[in-house]
């Protein structure tokens, strides 16, 4: 299992990088990770576990064509998914529905999160902003970006416009309400730092109000993929022209089953590797934050110890 | 006055390897006439008057809740005056400016840059080149100690090296005015006393005008030239001579202790 090595190599590299063991606090911190080393590798053989023993499962089920209440006999089995996708590998069709599918979602993804990032911040360092976009954009936040569909194909003079900006609006909120909490939430300190040292407005939110955010508006940034990937194959099933969703829409009408599930499960892979890729990325991002050193378990709490 | 200016001379002398200290900027005279701080609505202060010459250093002590703070972030220009005059060099504070190093109590280091890039900030703010920002941010970290925590993130090292490395970060840009909230407020005695010496030491270098707010009568009798009196039975504005500054030997000097009881009365202490 090639599984990312991220969170495995992030120590001994930051233990490596010191220039020289300085007294006795490089080495205590060397030797704290030690009991950790085996774990990742013990974890990462859980998670391929979890994923096989699923697909035994459905295997199981489907083979023995299962039928109780829950029905399994016109399933089609893992085995014959796994056929089925060996094939669609092959063909252009499937790469040109996944490329379709992945250039939406990044364009859609990428301009909620600049655009989410920029507004959030604005509604909450002005109160200005605050009361002019505030109230239109409470309004809209509950709309699902799906049932803006007919407004998409209202507005916008081709299907792919309006499914870039079905999947710009799902990410755009998550991201742009992440980001107002978490400016707001800003110790007001590091902004009086950097204006003590005689730093404009343009200087506060490059070298503060991004940074210190960025944390926070991560959350919004994974909530907002996850969402983005929900909407981009909804739109694409109702409204579109080629993708992955529109694909797996196809073939539930002409009832290839393999094909659906090939669908899903392409869908569940990209949204797993999108997701992975964004948490990666915020995790580089924000090495700067003070992680806690030790894994021991937490003293038992007083209430515990008191009962009798 | 003339006492600092011979301990500046000599100190000259001694540490050779002070950075620019020819062309250090001379201070700012501070004044606050009449004034009335606090935020809007909620004032703390009241009449205030108070003047620091340049290149002076005036303590500030009073009891918690006294307006000690305000009266800085006023001085720094990040709280507006309710009334009265706030001028530097006879012009009116509005605004913070570069002019006007403001150290804080708490930990205000940005967590996300090492020490050094944190000290190189406010030389970037200015525009200074680049190699030029990190050979001056080695050379000051050096002076506080730090040379080689340079490269670590401030939660990596303790309390006491932080505020170093913030003392670092306020005089890296040749401020013409030092404004320290209880730097050191938060440190174990003996941490204290070690910043106490590096700041007498890295002072001596620089022309700056400070105010330094503590609630440590003894601190302030010994960082300070004068010592002005907030809070307590006057209301404030009461700015005392202090006998022997910077001298630690002085501590139970007859001068010294007199003041010590005078200061502690006047604060109801």
Known sequence: ?308 | MSTSDVTTTSATSATPATPATEAAPPGVRLRLEDAALGRPGAPVLHGLDLEVPPGDILTVVGPSGCGKSTLLRTLAGLLPALGGRVTQDGTAITRPHADRALIFQEDALLPWRTLRANVELPLAIRGVPRAERRGRAEAWLERVGLAEHSGRLPHLVSGGQRQRAQLARALVGEPRAVLMDEPFGALDAQTRAGMQRLLVQVLQGTRATVVFVTHDVDEALFLGDRVALLGGAEGGGRVLDIPHPRERAAHDAAATVALRRQVLESLGM
């Open chain 1, 1 to 308: 299992m090639s599984a990312p090595t991220g969170p495995m190599s992030a120590p001994t590299s930051s233990v490596r990088s010191r220039p020289a063991p300085d007294a006795s606090g490089a080495g205590a911190r060397a030797a704290a990770p030690r009991p950790l080393r085996r774990r990742p590798w013990v974890r990462h053989t859980l998670r391929a576990g979890s994923l096989l023993a699923a697909l035994g499962l459905w295997q199981l089920l489907t083979a023995l064509d299962v039928n109780l209440w829950l029905r399994f006999a016109q399933f089609p089995s893992a085995t014959d998914v796994v056929r089925e996708f060996a094939d669609r590998l092959g063909t252009g069709a499937y790469w040109q529905d996944l490329t379709d599918s992945l250039s939406r979602i990044l364009t859609g993804f990428v301009l909620a999160a600049v655009l989410g990032m920029a507004v959030g911040t604005a509604i909450a360092r002005s109160p200005l902003v605050s009361d002019l976009l505030g109230p239109v954009l409470e309004v809209c936040r509950p709309i699902p970006a799906i049932a803006l569909v007919p407004v998409a194909i209202l507005m916008f003079p081709s299907n792919e416009q309006g499914i870039v900006f079905i999947t710009f609006t799902a990410a755009f909120f998550p991201v742009m309400v992440s980001t107002r909490h978490a400016v707001r939430a800003l110790a007001p300190v590091w902004e009086e730092a950097v204006l003590t040292m005689g730093g404009g407005r343009g200087r506060v939110l490059v070298s503060v109000v991004l940074p210190g955010a960025l944390p926070g508006i991560l959350g919004g940034l994974s909530v907002g993929i996850g969402v983005s990937w929900i909407c981009v194959i909804s739109a694409e099933m109702i409204s579109g022209a080629y993708g992955v969703g529109y694909r797996t829409w196809q073939d539930y009408t002409i009832v290839d089953y393999p094909g659906v599930f090939v669908g899903m499960t392409t869908i569940g892979v990209l949204g797993w590797l999108t997701s992975t890729a964004v948490e990666l990325a915020g995790r580089r991002l924000t090495r700067w934050l003070p992680r806690t050193e030790t894994t021991g378990r937490p003293a038992p709490t007083r209430k515990e110890a008191a009962t009798p």
